[in-house]
């Protein structure tokens, strides 16, 4: 079986392309990867981690947190014990017992 031999021209190590692969590239008139597949899931890993975060601090603690959103400038937010905690005191739409 033919593998292409290259070298990756991010961490210089070679690495092959195999036959399969190559014949899949062309079929789909893909460029050969410049990368090693290592090199390549890294910076498919990397761009996914890229997923922007912000910081910010809990309004009861003063925790640092990271948040998945950029938090609006007019609301608190809290970290994840504090909002568990702040809707076990507060849940508005827990039904009273009594
Ligand atoms: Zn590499
Ligand atoms: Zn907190």
Known sequence: ?????RIC???H????????EKAFLDEKGLPEPKECPTC?????LSLRSEQKL?????DKCGKDIIIAFKPP???????KECYL???????PVKPSED
Do not use: P
Request: glycine share 0%; with cysteine.
């Open 1 to 5: 079986m033919a593998s292409i031999k």
């Open 9 to 11: 021209s991010k961490c």
């Open 13 to 20: 190590e070679e690495f092959l392309i195999i036959e399969q």
């Open 40 to 44: 390549r899931q890294n910076r498919r």
């Open 54 to 58: 912000y910081s910010s601090t809990c």
């Open 73 to 79: 400038e007019d609301q608190k937010v809290f970290c």
């Open 85 to 91: 905690k702040y809707f076990e005191t507060f849940d």
